[in-house]
């Protein structure tokens, strides 16, 4: 939950090979009633 809205979590880490100024995983989570992004997390 995020600010109290249901939300689901996509996880993925790119393959190598990528350029090196892209990060290496992201999370996305998207609200379950309306089509918005709610957040998105870069790290590597």
Same mark, same amino acid.
């Given at each position: 939950? #995020?600010? @109290?809205?249901? &939300? &689901? %979590? $996509? %996880?993925?880490?790119? *393959?190598? @090979?990528? *350029? %090196? $100024?892209? %990060?290496?995983?992201? #999370?996305?989570? +998207?609200?379950?009633? +309306? *089509? +918005? +992004?709610?957040?998105?997390?870069? $790290?590597?």
């Amino acid at each position: 939950m #995020i600010d @109290g809205v249901r &939300v &689901v %979590a $996509f %996880a993925y880490e790119t *393959p190598t @090979g990528q *350029p %090196a $100024f892209y %990060a290496k995983k992201e #999370i996305v989570g +998207l609200d379950l009633r +309306l *089509p +918005l +992004l709610r957040s998105v997390e870069s $790290f590597n």
